[in-house]
């Protein structure tokens, strides 16, 4: 790739070179390249280096390294969601830089290793901070080669790593060979640190940002971005290789399994004693409501903790509504003011006065679950000075790292965060709470040894966070033409925010608290509709005044527009149906957006839409052969246009509901790689789909009830449909967020669907057999 | 209490101690290093914890290791040499040969978070052993219904999954 660049003579960006021997960062000893020994390496690493752990962001170093065998290494806070990251990163460095994506190493996520933080589902954010790295590399090492091969930087250009002009040549591993590119970066922001009762308890989850404008590749002409680069991690995840977080060995370490309570409010009466002759090596750890057995062979301890559960002793609780209840619960609660609005109320009201039609409808979700197939996991390694390293997957290093240095009544510094691949999180580690990890650390520092915790499925499913349900009202007035001209949407849900650490919480250990409080999500696509009036209203946890807090709600995947599209796109659908218009049209006819607009026409076309008004000539709500139906939604999140269009076939004698083809259609701005967005977007479905079919957590008035696959069901393969993806790339509008947000158009599609089979509209999910056979009765 | 067992994994010998009613998933992981077969629900509801043994798929979180004495275990760490075995290749073919289902799933990029994906590849090699050639229908079939559970992926890779299958059941056969 050969790209002309812009030079400034008085660029602020001084760049020297320095011998490079041992080169320090922030006073820490360089990080080794390769690949730790053993992670007996790693904890003496670990602990050499925990007074000064913290790499200095200033620093190039502190980000990126080439090594003069043209190999480069890219250091990010971030980490692998599951979503094709680690590739995305990686593609984005190698286009700024103009070498092959295959030179390019990442380590991402460790605390003492990495210098930003934030969010790991914010690519759009770390993207831009390592993109901005590159490019100061980039021009920095224009001027070193300007300078060592006696030709003017204008007459520079790179390719694959190597710099040429007027017949002269070099490669980066050359110009910084035995050097040390000593490049100023500039950065704002904070790392991670307790905040208690701050929104979610923690502040600077955002991590650093990396400011300044650096020359970027013109997205018109990249090489690398746009490809369908594979993700570097997947052939050791097939082949066996990679080291998760539940592979973690320390010499001395010890297994435990957790003793959870026998409800959510239920305090600690007397623990059962271990039978030694059966279990020598079984012990029993507790502290205030954490219990849990130890023992070097995790068979034994799980064994052990089997038979010490069957007699241990609690107290009785009954202090949830219970999940059928859910929805009158919320019903009945008294709100405060919403906590977050947008529009003017009397702009509103006057419109909805004066309109010529007027329909309101409420739409009701429950509550959901993350539901990683592997539990949580986690070692912990508490030190006799206090400090502690801590080995995990949670999508969130610097925010986990704040929440136990503020249990363990220490600061950030003391606290090494290793992170390692691990099953998907979707969302619930995004916040750095919640998990195994406060267990382990709570057991290490009580026994003095490394502890490693695994959850059980039961045990994850029941006591993990959970995202909470939903209730939302929306009232729209309509002209004499059937347009919308006003829309009142009202959103009202338990704590959404509360991923506190459980292990901490029933050991009385401290916690930051966070503030309950809901948010307006959905980005307005509808901007011919100009009366519009949100309000988001937020409570406290179910259960919330108990020692475990009850169900601490933790939003899941795409979040807030999942549940608040439901609702918006479902009244969309039902006004468009009360003004007997096609559905896409009917959207078509409130926005000029002209992305909105392409990526609805080209998914109709995909889907072989045509246009008429929902319900189906044939709509029944009765007998026992199939109805069919087809429905649409959009959504508009962080740069990115969807649309998806369901197909159904309904059984109304038996209430099953099957989605027999979905397609979906992005644009999502440049496409980054697209074979990657065509898995992101088939997977999302398959989990909007489960979502939409399957998901809802039951609980009963003492605790969760849905504590297996079989009680918490998620789509199966043979469940899903045929799935026809759309994309639309664009080099003019920067990149949208693509890799998540499939599964929220899932909902609001096959409810339309449902209603265009059927004639009665769904406003709740899951569309399961017994729900769905109550709605057909009427 | 524990018991000195024998067993054959991934073709070689090993005796390990255990009591022999410990799941099978903990003596690969905690004696044997073998990482591939992974910890889900324990209750045999997912497949992320499947081996082969002597060929059949089995959810080693709940099958006592005692079980699998005498019969021959493979994980995802040994299809490449059981492929290099059926295949016949030479040293120096087997070392740099992948069985076609791993690299069908590398070519395909399934993985997403890859938790699920050590079981969802030993099914995919159990299926195609008796089915070299199966339809998405058969597929689907194989991987939901057959006992004791669907094999399930939180991410939905379930689309990829069909395809590498297919792609693995091509490169089988030429």
């Given amino acids: 790739m050969t790209v002309k660049t812009e030079t400034s003579s008085d660029s602020p960006l001084a760049t020297t070179l320095t011998r490079r021997g041992f080169v320090k960062i922030g006073g820490a000893l360089f990080v080794s390249f390769a690949l730790p020994a053993g992670f007996r390496a790693q904890t003496a690493e670990s602990r050499a280096s925990l007074q000064t752990n913290q790499l200095n962001p200033t620093l190039l170093a502190s980000w990126l390294e080439i090594r003069s065998d043209n190999t480069i290494l890219i250091r990010t806070g971030r980490t692998e969601t599951g979503t094709g990251m680690s590739g995305y990163y990686t593609q984005v460095i190698a286009e700024e830089l103009s070498v092959r994506p295959e030179t390019i190493s990442l380590i991402m996520g460790d605390t003492d290793k990495t210098p930003d933080g934030g969010y790991s589902a914010g690519f759009l954010s770390g993207m831009t901070n390592v993109r901005k790295v590159a490019a100061y590399t980039y021009q920095a090492l224009l001027r070193l080669a300007a300078t060592q091969l006696g030709v003017p930087v204008e007459n520079l250009s790179v390719v694959d790593g190597v710099i040429s002009g007027v017949g002269k040549s070099i490669s980066y591993g050359q110009l910084v060979e035995g050097q040390h590119l000593d490049l100023k970066i500039p950065v704002t922001g904070e790392l991670a640190k307790a905040a208690p009762g701050k929104w979610v308890g923690v502040d600077g989850l955002d991590g650093l940002t990396v400011t300044g404008e650096p020359p970027l590749k013109p997205l018109n002409q990249c090489k690398v971005m746009g490809t369908s680069f594979p993700v570097p991690g997947i052939p050791d995840k097939v082949t066996g290789k990679t080291q998760w977080s539940c592979d973690v060995t320390l010499p001395g370490m010890l297994h435990a399994r957790m003793i959870r309570p026998v409800t959510l409010g239920s305090t600690l009466i007397s623990v059962a004693a271990v039978d030694k002759k059966q279990l020598p090596t079984a012990e029993i750890v507790k502290k205030g409501n954490l219990v849990a057995v130890v023992s070097p062979n995790e068979w034994e301890a799980i064994s052990a903790a089997r038979a010490v559960a069957a007699g241990t002793k609690w107290t009785d609780w009954a202090g949830l509504p219970g999940s059928d209840n859910l929805t009158k619960t919320l019903r009945a609660y008294q709100w405060n003011a919403p906590s977050e609005s947008h529009g003017k109320a009397a702009d509103v009201t006057a419109a909805v006065a004066k309109a010529a039609k007027k329909i309101s409808a409420s739409y009701e979700q429950p509550y959901v679950r993350h539901a990683p197939i592997g539990p949580f996991v986690a070692v912990a390694d508490v030190h006799s000075d206090g400090s502690a390293t801590v080995w995990t997957h949670s999508a969130q290093s610097q925010g986990l790292r704040a929440r136990i240095a503020y249990l363990l009544g220490t600061t950030p510094e003391h606290v090494v965060i290793r992170w390692l691949d691990h099953s998907g999180q979707y969302g619930r580690t995004t916040f750095g709470g919640d998990g195994a990890e406060s267990d382990a650390v709570i057991l290490s520092q009580l026994t003095g040894k490394p502890v490693r915790v695994q959850w059980t499925l039961q045990e994850d499913m029941a006591w993990s966070s959970v995202s909470p349900g939903w209730v939302s009202d929306i009232q729209a007035g309509l002209d004499a033409n059937g347009r919308v001209i006003a829309l009142h949407s009202s959103f009202y849900s338990p704590h959404m925010m509360d991923p506190r650490p459980i292990g901490a919480l029933l050991a009385g250990m401290p916690c930051s608290t966070s503030k309950p409080g809901g948010w307006v999500a959905t980005e307005w696509p509808y901007d011919k509709i100009q009366n519009r009036l949100e309000h988001a209203y937020g409570m406290a946890n179910l259960g919330a005044d108990t020692t475990s807090s009850g169900l601490r709600g933790n939003i899941m995947r795409t979040p807030g527009q999942r549940q608040q599209n439901f609702a918006l796109e479902g009244l969309i659908n039902e006004a468009a149906a009360a003004a007997g218009a096609d559905p896409i049209q009917f959207r078509l006819d409130h926005t000029t957006d002209q992305r909105l607009v392409d990526i609805l026409n080209a998914t109709a076309k995909a889907a072989g839409w045509e246009p008429r008004r929902s319900p189906h000539s044939k709509a029944r709500r009765t007998g026992p052969s199939p109805v069919t139906g087809r429905g649409v939604c959009i959504m508009v999140r962080q740069n990115a246009y969807w649309v998806g269009i369901a197909e159904v076939a309904v059984v109304p004698a038996t209430g099953a509901v099957q989605v027999t083809k979905f397609t979906i259609g992005a644009d999502c701005g440049k496409i980054i790689n697209p074979r990657q967005l065509d898995r992101c977007m088939k997977s999302g479905v398959v989990m909007g789909l489960s979502e939409a079919l399957r998901e809802e957590v039951t609980f009963d008035k003492e605790k969760v009830t849905s504590t297996n696959w079989s009680r918490y069901k998620i789509l199966t393969m043979e469940e899903m449909p045929e799935i026809k993806v759309v994309q639309i790339s664009r080099d003019d509008k920067g990149f949208g967020g693509g890799s998540e947000a499939a599964n929220a158009v899932c909902p609001p599609a096959v409810a339309a669907a449902f209603f265009d089979a059927t004639g009665v509209q769904a406003r709740r999910i899951p569309l399961a057999p017994a729900y769905v056979t109550t709605l057909l009765k009427g | ?174």
């Fill in chain 2, 1 to 174: 209490m524990a018991s000195e067992l024998t067993l054959f994994v991934n073709g070689a010998k090993q005796v390990v101690s255990a009591a022999p009613e410990t799941p099978l998933i903990f003596v690969l992981r905690n004696e044997l290093k073998l990482s591939g077969p992974r910890m889900g629900c324990g209750m045999a509801q997912c497949g992320s914890c499947s081996v082969l043994l002597n060929g059949e798929e089995i959810r080693t979180c709940i099958t006592p290791v005692s079980y699998a004495v005498g019969k021959q275990v493979t994980t995802i760490e040994g299809l490449p040499a059981a492929w290099a075995v059926e295949k016949k290749l030479s040293a120096a073919d087997a070392a740099k040969t992948l069985h076609p289902v791993q690299q069908a799933w590398i070519d395909e990029q399934v993985p997403q978070c890859g938790y699920c994906q050590s079981g969802m590849m030993i099914a995919a090699v159990e299926l195609l052993a008796k089915n070299p050639n199966p339809t998405i229908a058969q597929i689907k079939d194989a991987f939901t219904n057959k006992p004791p559970s669907p094999h399930l992926c939180r991410c939905g890779t379930y689309a990829a999954i069909i395809d590498a299958v297919q792609r693995a059941a091509k490169a089988m056969k030429a």
